[in-house]
């Protein structure tokens, strides 16, 4: 077996060879062709760097024969020691399933050391070939990983065996299999895992235990002289104990002396916070609560963050003891449900101390509502690790639909709604539909928003009537952004070719604005490559009739564009803005979007929508004939790694909005400031020759995003800036685990970025010009491989490394943008 780094610089990977004699002996026999058979291994050896010794009670253990039932070229039942040492009794796994074979070609489910798997087998003189396919096996649940995909490992498999008989004798097999596992972010980032097991017939007589008579197998077993028990084929999994790893206990010794000083962007943080999720997997109760009762005031949101991540029974009840709802202040409750919603892969236990602490107590409506939007997540989560059926998830749901039937306000109706974005329930689209057609605006814009959040599979025909309904206005007028919603729906999910045309032509007859938005959407999908409609949208734009001057002729300032920021073979990260401004030339609504695509997925890492409602009145506007005078207002949406946060209102009515205009600090505002943990996973992989492999994943994220406005009525210039700096630390290992060898590949990773989008707004002429630039700094980043090796009394280590610092630049976002960017900052500097 060997295992290697597939990155480079790396050090040389760890390898093992062992040999050893291996007795068959048929003790018993009946007259179906049922055998059962005594397999024992002898004489073992192995290597390197040197012979490797086994202890005498593993050596002694190894000898122990162990027996199977079997019959025509297939084992029925395996028996031996249950008390036995799993590595022990997984070597021995894998030499009996080497003994699974048929003497005619076809498909068929096998159970061995990997699992129940599909095997395939092909014939030819006297040799049969068996191909496993590793992707089908079934086998008891161990380990776990991410729910986000995106955040997860790929792992491709191959196994082939190639038999020898003749004179139906078996004379040799080759099994040789192996295992491609990385980061699905970064297959650079892989371990290549290479088994091969070689069974060569040495002598066909050889003294040993005679046959016994018996009329049935279990006769047989009853009757030796050490009793054996049934045992499954599948390899059992194996969990090292780490020695030299930190102790809660130990670390809080030392606490007291500890100076706590934490930047959120910094890899040094995220490199602590991931220490201690480990430290609180492994730690009881009263230590967790001892450390959370002790921790400075600045530390408790940072040890809060990490308790939820560990998400072991102690550090959850720790935090229910810990948490008083009633008390605690409202940001670090915030803190602990949205470290819950983005939880990469909850638990029913977290979903229930959720649940608890929201239950029946007069909450602040912010923490209430963060409370909601995490309960849908979290919802959502489980379902997707096929836990729907949990009695949590069952009173998750309930609790979001009856607050939704109960909500007598509009807010809260749209907390709800977005709720259920978050669950991304297929069962609850008749209710998002409902509110979608016959809601007000904002309740509208919350269901579709909604709706927005399901793949494409689940955006039925049904969905698609209620979308063109709203859009073409056919039962009642929606407001403007309501609409343009419904036709991003139709033209984001496997569009018609009908549909796409009559948005089209649609657009002629829409005001400029929004024609301009509209049309601007439908050429940059066009433009982009990965969006799944851009066939259809190409073959359309081919006929002159909806591809004219006419049409695409519109004199808006309204754009729609994204571009992609970075690209590997892994990953395209994007980056999109579409910005809405209304017929005088105010911005109605802008959205802000950072996504990744990688293998296939789709991720949505951050989407900031601010939307501004209600100027029409402001700037002497008369609202269009049917539709709704809005109040005066402005807020903001935002989704971080696909989970609804809740809305934000900067102002509401006329009085407000001078009130915080004139209270004005002029400060950023925190927007996000925390840790959390992205990549979780944990897989076993049973290798054929009996040895196991487990791969570990682990990547934190420290983000620290803030937000500023400043307003000049003297300059008639609104200028906007959006901070974000952020660090991710990854920390990818694989172990191998056997009675005479411990080795250990890691790689780990880590990147500091700091990206500033900044916006400038002269509205002291017509049309209003408006200056985008995003920017990002210069990326620190670091990698470690290190292999450790431990056989007997010998160990080792080596490590290699790299690091470097990527130059900062400035995204060109589109041709216009530039244009008017060099005009105002030029004019800026004069």
Not at 100 to 115: C, I
């Amino acid at each position: 077996v060997q295992l290697a780094d597939a990155s480079t610089p790396s050090p040389q990977g760890a390898w093992l060879r062992a040999e050893a004699l291996v007795q068959l002996h048929r003790l018993w026999r009946d007259r179906g062709g049922e055998e059962l058979l005594q397999v024992q291994v002898q004489d073992s050896t192995g290597g390197p760097p040197e012979e490797i010794v086994l202890s005498q009670e593993a050596q002694a253990e190894l000898q122990q024969p162990v027996f199977i039932s079997w019959s025509s070229g297939k084992v029925k039942a395996f028996y031996g020691d249950e008390a036995e040492s799993i590595l022990i009794s997984n070597l021995k796994r894998g030499i009996i399933s080497l003994l699974q074979l048929q003497p005619h070609a076809g498909t068929a489910m096998e159970e061995d050391v990997s699992g129940s798997c599909q095997v395939t087998y092909a014939t030819s003189n006297h040799s049969i070939t068996k191909t496993k396919d590793l992707l089908s096996c079934t086998k008891p649940k161990s380990g776990f990983t991410s729910v986000n995909k995106i955040f997860g490992v790929e792992w491709q498999p191959t196994s082939r065996s190639q038999y020898m008989v003749k004179d139906n004798l078996l004379q040799s097999v080759l099994a040789e299999e192996s295992h491609v596992v990385s980061p699905a972010l970064r297959s650079t980032t892989g371990i290549k895992i290479s088994s091969r097991q070689q069974l060569q017939l040495v002598s066909s007589q050889t003294p040993g235990p005679a046959e016994v008579a018996g009329q049935s197998l279990e006769d047989v077993l009853s009757g030796m002289e050490e009793q054996h028990q049934p045992l499954g084929m599948p390899s059992l999994p194996f969990r090292r104990v780490c020695t030299l790893c930190p102790t809660l206990r130990a670390y809080l010794k030392g606490f007291d002396s500890q100076r706590v000083k934490m930047d959120t962007s910094k890899a040094a943080t995220t490199w602590q916070f991931q220490r201690l999720i480990q430290m609180l997997r492994g730690a009881k109760k009263r230590d967790v609560l001892q450390l959370l009762r002790r921790a400075p005031e600045a530390m408790i949101p940072f040890v809060v963050e990490a308790a939820v991540a560990a998400q072991s029974v102690a550090s959850l009840a720790a935090l229910s003891d810990f948490l008083d709802f009633s008390k605690d202040p409202k940001s670090l409750l915030e803190k602990f449900l949205y470290a819950a919603a983005f939880s990469p892969r909850p638990s029913g236990d977290l979903l229930c101390l959720v649940l608890d602490k929201l239950d029946g107590k007069q909450l602040a409506p912010e923490v209430q509502e963060t409370g909601i939007v995490a309960v849908g997540s979290l919802v959502g989560k489980l379902c997707r690790q096929k836990l729907c059926g949990l009695q949590e998830v069952e009173r998750g749901v309930e609790t979001i639909l009856a607050g939704l039937r109960g909500a007598e306000e509009e807010s809260k109706t749209v907390i709800y709604l977005l709720a259920l974005g978050n669950a991304v329930l297929p069962k609850t689209i008749p209710t998002l539909l409902d509110h979608a057609e016959e809601g007000p605006a904002t309740v509208t814009t919350a269901a579709i928003s909604a709706l927005r959040q399901f793949p494409t599979q689940h955006i039925s025909d049904k969905v698609k009537r209620a979308m063109r309904r709203i859009f073409h206005e056919t039962r009642k007028i929606y407001e403007k952004t309501c609409r343009l919603a419904a036709a991003e729906i139709l033209l984001d999910n496997e569009p018609l070719p009908m549909d796409v045309i009559n948005i089209l032509l649609a657009a002629s007859e829409l005001e400029t604005e929004m024609a301009m938005f509209l049309l601007l959407k439908v050429q940059n999908n066009l433009r982009a490559d990965h969006h799944p409609a851009r066939k259809i949208m190409k073959d359309i734009m081919r006929d002159p009739r909806i591809n004219n001057y006419n049409l695409f002729s519109k004199a808006g300032i309204s754009s729609s564009f994204s571009g992609p920021l970075t690209v590997t073979q892994d990953l395209l990260s994007t980056f999109g803005l579409d910005l809405l401004f209304l017929e005088g030339g105010f911005l109605r609504k802008s959205v802000s979007d950072f996504s990744l695509l990688s293998h296939g997925r789709r991720l949505r890492a951050a989407q900031v929508t601010i939307e501004a409602q209600g100027m029409e009145s402001m700037l002497g506007e008369n609202v269009l004939e049917g539709e709704e005078e809005p109040e005066l207002m402005a807020g903001m949406s935002a989704i971080f790694f696909d989970v609804q946060l809740r809305p934000v209102v900067f102002f509401q009515g006329y009085t407000d909005l001078m009130a915080k205009v004139l209270l004005s600090s002029g400060e950023p505002t925190s927007v996000v400031k925390g840790n959390l943990l992205l990549m979780d996973h944990h897989q076993v992989i049973p290798l054929q020759s009996g040895l196991q492999v487990t791969i570990k994943l682990q990547g934190g994220l420290g983000l620290d995003i803030s937000a500023n406005m400043d307003v000049s009525i003297w300059e008639q210039e609104l200028k906007t800036s959006i901070n974000t700096r952020g660090s991710l630390a990854i920390d990818f290992q694989a172990e191998l685990d056997a009675p005479f060898l411990q080795a250990t590949l890691r790689n780990q990773m880590e990147v500091e970025t700091s990206i500033h989008f900044d916006t400038m707004l002269r509205f002291s002429g017509s049309p209003v010009l408006m200056c985008l630039q995003l920017r990002e700094e210069k990326v620190p980043y670091r990698e470690i491989f290190t292999v450790s090796k431990s056989a007997g009394s010998q160990s080792s280590t080596t490590r290699k490394g790299r690091q470097g610092i990527l130059p900062g630049q400035e995204f060109a976002l589109h041709r216009a943008n530039s244009k008017v960017c060099n005009l105002l900052l030029t004019a800026e500097e004069e």
